[in-house]
């Protein structure tokens, strides 16, 4: 059984006073494999922001339906939803979501704190991530105190700290510059070589490119799919700025 099913997720929002209707997935469907690292890619509107609210359990499906190890996220009960969320999803986001006035440390710590876990256990578990992520020594630095790339990476081990079945990236190189988002994709990869499942929604090809396979949205509907295979970063990089090409000219799906 795979770790995530999609299965013809359907989702459409209705105006304030029901008069339009606005499909933002149509039938999509695909499997996420345990250990997988996923990006999905799409024009501006196509729907791969809905499409990740959904798989993080932020939003509710018109139709269709999301399992994760087999449980379907719409009948979890809205009582338990934000539990489910910190015990099986870490979140990495553009913007890093990191609160200023608590240390690097306590950033990381917050899920732990929400689950009522033990001073001591979170010490335990912080300190090979944040050997893993190099920031050891900024933990206790507050958030102003530190650059964008070491921002993220603070995001990422609050992320991994939950030991989560899923990290849901979203365009999590986006407020980085050059040098620091080749150090995040290093990362990403490296990470995901250690086991973690990732999905992550990315405009940029450089990112993409790290990933084991790639989906590409188009009008609310899956219109590819790309599987690194024996591919490079660079070839793979290649044939997703073919098929974005093809996404913007009109072209049909190969």
């Not at 809205?78 to 240390?103: C, H, K, P, Y």
């Not at 995001?155 to 407020?175: K, Q, W």
């Not at 690194?228 to 996404?247: A, C, F, P, V, W």
């Amino acid at each position: 059984m795979a770790l995530l099913e999609v299965c013809n997720l359907k989702k459409i929002y209705t105006t304030r006073f029901g008069g339009q209707h606005v499909v933002a997935l149509k039938n999509i469907s695909f499997n996420v494999e345990k250990g997988e690292y996923v990006a999905i890619m799409g024009e501006s509107g196509s729907g791969k922001t809905t499409l990740l609210n959904i798989l993080a359990a932020l939003d509710r499906p018109s139709g269709g339906s999301v399992l994760l190890e087999g449980r379907e996220l719409s009948k979890i009960k809205e009582s338990q939803i934000a539990a489910f969320r910190r015990d099986n999803l870490g979140f990495v986001f553009q913007d890093f979501n990191l609160l200023d006035t608590f240390t690097l440390r306590d950033n990381i710590y917050l899920p732990l704190v929400l689950e009522g876990r033990k001073p001591a256990e979170m010490q335990q578990k912080i300190l090979p991530i944040a050997k893993k992520l190099g920031i050891t020594e900024l933990l206790n630095k507050y958030p102003y105190e530190v650059s964008g790339g070491q921002k993220q990476r603070a995001a990422v081990a609050r992320a991994l700290i939950t030991e989560p079945s899923v990290i849901l990236a979203d365009e999590p190189t986006g407020a980085l510059d050059s040098k620091s988002t080749g150090e995040m994709l290093e990362l990403f990869s490296q990470i995901n070589q250690d086991g973690q499942t990732i999905i992550m929604v990315t405009h940029s090809v450089a990112a993409a490119s790290h990933a084991g396979r790639v989906l590409f949205i188009k009008d609310g509907a899956l219109f590819h799919q790309i599987f690194r295979g024996e591919n490079s970063d660079t070839q793979l990089y290649q044939k997703i700025s073919d098929t974005l090409t093809m996404l913007a000219t009109g072209g049909e799906q190969k």
